[in-house]
């Protein structure tokens, strides 16, 4: 199981947000923000910061991927 940042991306896109600008408002350091990125885990304390930025929630900025099994 993963997860995707995809919707987090797309709505910084609509709120004319640079991942910079959100970086700094959550008080997140580059490597945070580089698991992002990467569709990393990241703690919940940021995931909740962000959604307090962006006045979202969790479900608005990320999935759970659930692998395929064979």
């Not at 008080?27 to 990393?40: H, I, M, P, V």
């Not at 995931?47 to 999935?63: A, F, Q, Y």
């Amino acid at each position: 199981m993963g997860v995707s940042y995809k919707k987090l991306w797309k709505l910084l896109i609509d709120k004319e947000m640079t991942r910079t600008d959100l970086r700094i408002a959550v008080g997140a350091s580059s490597s945070t923000f580089a698991k992002l990125s990467k569709d990393e885990f990241i703690s919940f304390d940021l995931m909740t910061r962000i959604c307090k930025v962006l006045n979202c929630n969790v479900g608005d900025i990320m999935d759970v991927v659930h692998e395929k099994r064979i």
